[in-house]
């Protein structure tokens, strides 16, 4: 199976920096897309940002100079470096893995991961 993982969450104040990470393993051939969605209380859950395995990106505008999507194809792993935080950002963030298990898939699976809370608050 496949097993996505998240870290780094945390408390952090309004103006500051944080990093998440996330990382895919297990029977895995190949990873393609891998993103970040967040949740917040009473509220849908929204992409933040998403990497393919190319380097393509895309943010969210809520984001958009503020926050980074980094990949390293090699080890399966995203971070987002989040910058300039504020009390809205705070949420669970969760990471995905557009995932082809063997070289013959016919197509790739997502799996998620179980989350990781930031709190963004003075």
């Known amino acids: 199976q496949v097993q996505v993982e998240e870290s ?3 408390l952090v104040l309004p103006g500051g920096s944080l990093r998440l990470g996330c990382a895919a393993s297990g029977s895995i051939f190949r990873v ?8 917040a209380p009473g509220k849908q859950r929204e992409l933040v940002a998403r990497i393919s395995r190319g380097g393509k990106i895309i943010y969210a505008d809520s ?14 792993t995203i971070s987002l470096q989040m910058h300039m935080v504020k009390p809205e950002d705070t949420a669970v963030y969760l990471c995905n893995a557009a995932v082809l298990t063997s070289w013959d898939s016919r197509g ?8 990781t809370q930031v709190t963004v608050s003075s």
């Open 8 to 10: 780094g969450g945390g």
């Open 32 to 39: 393609d897309d891998m993103a970040w969605y967040r949740q």
């Open 63 to 76: 984001v958009k100079g503020r926050f980074i999507i980094d990949r390293h194809n090699a080890e399966n």
């Open 108 to 115: 790739a699976v997502t799996f998620w991961g179980k989350g």
